[in-house]
C-alpha cells in the first residue's frame, strides 16, 4: 500500500474551492446577467405658463416649460409636447370651468415626473330675457347657464291676494348682458307687474 500523504488530503478540497473561484471570475467577465441599477435621479419639470390656479377666458391653454435632461419627453393631457433644447410647448383645450392639467415628463435611465395644474375657464354667459316667465321656472332656465337665482317679491301688499301664479316682472343684470358663470341674477316677481 502506498502512503498517502496527509497534505494531498487537506490541498484537494482547497484545490476545489480555486478552482471554484476561477471558473465565477471567467464566467463574470462574458457579462453580467443582473439586470442593471434602477435610476434615482427624478427629470426636472418647471411649468413657465400658466400658473397653478389661473383664470383663463379663452377655450385653449398655451402649456410652456423646461426639461432637464434636454432630450427629455413631455405629455401634457396625454399629448404629446414639442421639445426643443431642454424647453416645451403644447396647446391643450380648455373646459368651461375648474381643468386639471397633468404634465408628464420622462427621460432614459431617470425617474419620470409627473406635476399637476388648475386653471379655470372663466366663461362669459348671456343673461337670457326672463320677464313674464313664470316664478317656478326661473331656476330651470338659468341654471344650465352656470347663473344662480335671488327671487324678490314685488306687486305690494295686496299682490298675494290676486288670482294667478307670480311671474318676472323685472330682472338684474338685463336680458342680454354678458356675465360670468356663477353670477346671481335678482328677479322680481308678482303677480301683476306694474
Known amino acids: 500500500m502506498t502512503p498517502v500523504s496527509l497534505s494531498r488530503i487537506v490541498l484537494r478540497p482547497m484545490c476545489l474551492v480555486a478552482v471554484a473561484l476561477a471558473v465565477g471570475v471567467v464566467a463574470g467577465c462574458g ?31 398655451d402649456v410652456r416649460g423646461s426639461v432637464s435632461p434636454r432630450a427629455s419627453s413631455v405629455t401634457v393631457l396625454g399629448r404629446p409636447a414639442l421639445v426643443s433644447d431642454g424647453r416645451f410647448t403644447v396647446v391643450v383645450p380648455l373646459e368651461p370651468g375648474v381643468n386639471v392639467i397633468d404634465v408628464i415628463a420622462t427621460a432614459p435611465r431617470r425617474l419620470p415626473t409627473l406635476t399637476a395644474l388648475r386653471v379655470t375657464r372663466d366663461v362669459l354667459v348671456t343673461v337670457p330675457d326672463l320677464t313674464d316667465l313664470p316664478e ?59
Open 31 to 61: 457579462g453580467d446577467d443582473r439586470p442593471p441599477a434602477p435610476p434615482s435621479e427624478h427629470v426636472r419639470l418647471e411649468i413657465a405658463a400658466p400658473s397653478d390656479g389661473s383664470t383663463l377666458r379663452r377655450g385653449t391653454a
Open 136 to 194: 317656478d321656472e326661473v331656476e330651470a332656465r338659468l341654471e344650465p347657464l352656470g347663473l344662480e337665482a335671488q327671487v324678490e317679491r314685488g306687486g305690494g301688499l295686496f299682490d298675494v291676494l290676486r288670482p294667478g301664479e307670480p311671474v318676472v316682472c323685472e330682472q338684474e343684470p338685463e336680458a342680454g348682458a354678458r356675465v360670468r358663470r356663477g353670477r346671481e341674477v335678482v328677479v322680481v316677481v308678482a303677480v301683476r307687474c306694474g
